[in-house]
């Protein structure tokens, strides 16, 4: 009997160690699956267990120094951000306060029209391609943009007659008019 259980003692221990080296191999070749094969000298499969165990740490230490180089550099950046932040705020009000504003570009044979208000201002956007037209300027296309609590809408208009043209000092002043006083 003693034999007997002995026997089985060693095939129970010689079954555990099998299943080891099985479930070992297993997560070695699952760790080398996912380490870019780029970062390999020569081709994976060509390399032993243990070279591909070295490649492994290797490429966990770079990039344990790359994260660590990149939290410095947030870090710095975050630093320099909360000192421009004071700046922002100010920056943040007192766009708030000139806000609508408009910009027109002269483009030759079409015109651009960029204006940028609150989500609370609403000026009628018919208004401003009526102008447009008025002044002899045939609108094109017309879109806009929602960013936080500012809308930006860009309106690209073409000449109608090309040899009259549009007179880009009258249509600025009618669109202050509308834009700042209405």
């Given at each position: 009997?003693?034999k007997?259980?002995r026997?089985s003692l060693?095939?129970?221990?010689k079954?555990?160690e099998?299943?080891?080296r099985?479930?070992?191999?297993?997560l070695?070749?699952?760790?080398?699956s996912?380490?870019?094969?780029?970062?390999?000298?020569h081709h994976k499969?060509?390399l032993s267990?243990q070279?591909?165990?070295?490649?492994?740490?290797?490429?966990?230490?770079?990039?344990k120094?790359?994260?660590e180089k990149l939290?410095?550099?947030?870090?710095r950046?975050?630093g320099?951000?909360?000192?421009a932040?004071?700046?922002?705020?100010m920056n943040?009000m007192m766009?708030s306060l000139?806000l609508?504003?408009?910009e027109l570009?002269?483009?030759?044979?079409?015109?651009?029209v960029?204006?940028?208000?609150?989500?609370?201002?609403?000026?009628?956007?018919?208004e401003v391609?009526?102008?447009l037209?008025?002044?002899?300027?045939?609108?094109v296309?017309a879109?806009y943009?929602?960013?936080?609590?500012?809308?930006?809408?860009t309106i690209?208009?073409?000449v109608?007659?090309?040899?009259?043209?549009?007179?880009?000092t009258?249509?600025c002043q009618?669109?202050q008019e509308?834009?700042?006083?209405?």
């Open positions: 009997m003693k007997s259980s026997d060693k095939l129970d221990r079954t555990v099998k299943n080891r099985i479930h070992m191999k297993a070695c070749f699952k760790l080398a996912v380490i870019p094969s780029q970062h390999f000298k499969d060509m267990q070279d591909q165990l070295d490649h492994a740490a290797a490429y966990i230490k770079n990039l120094e790359r994260i939290e410095k550099k947030k870090e950046t975050l320099s951000l909360s000192e932040n004071n700046n922002n705020a943040e766009m000139t609508p504003m408009f570009r002269d483009l030759g044979n079409s015109i651009e960029v204006l940028i208000s609150g989500s609370k201002r609403n000026f009628m956007l018919h391609i009526t102008i037209e008025e002044e002899g300027a045939e609108v296309s879109s943009t929602t960013v936080g609590d500012k809308v930006f809408h690209h208009a073409q109608k007659i090309s040899r009259v043209g549009v007179e880009t009258r249509v009618r669109l509308l834009i700042y006083w209405s």
